[in-house]
Nanobody, 126 residues
């Protein structure tokens, strides 16, 4: 079982940046998809970005060019660098993991992921 713990959330003004980290504990899948999701009250959890075990990256259109996902294998940490933040980015952000072969172009579906962190709040003010 993989345990995930997010950190790095906070409040920032529009145009600012935040860096989210997700510490990974326990068994590490040999082949995996790891992703960041976000959720606001009353709405479904939205896939933001993902990275597969080969290092290929995937982004939602709404964040492409502003967010960068990466994985530090030495520190066993998933990172989401968020730049040019806008108020619509306000949400609770979650990291997720699933052991799968191949790519994770399907990352937008939260039902596929079995391992989740507890979430970290990101608030962007105008």
């Amino acid at each position: 079982q993989v345990e995930l713990e997010e950190s790095g959330g906070g409040s920032v003004q529009a145009g600012g940046s935040l860096r989210l980290s997700c510490a990974i504990f326990g068994y590490i899948y040999k082949s995996y998809c790891m992703a960041w999701f976000r959720q606001v009250p009353g709405k479904e959890r939205q896939g933001v970005a993902a990275i597969d075990s080969r290092g290929k990256r995937y982004y939602a259109d709404s964040v492409n060019g502003r967010f960068t996902i990466s994985k530090d294998n030495d520190k066993n940490t998933l990172v989401l660098q968020m730049n040019s933040l806008i108020p619509a980015d306000t949400a609770v952000y979650y990291c997720a993991a699933e052991g799968v072969p191949g790519d994770c172009s399907w990352f937008r579906d939260p039902n596929v992921f079995s391992d989740w962190g507890q979430g970290t709040q990101v608030t962007v003010s105008s």
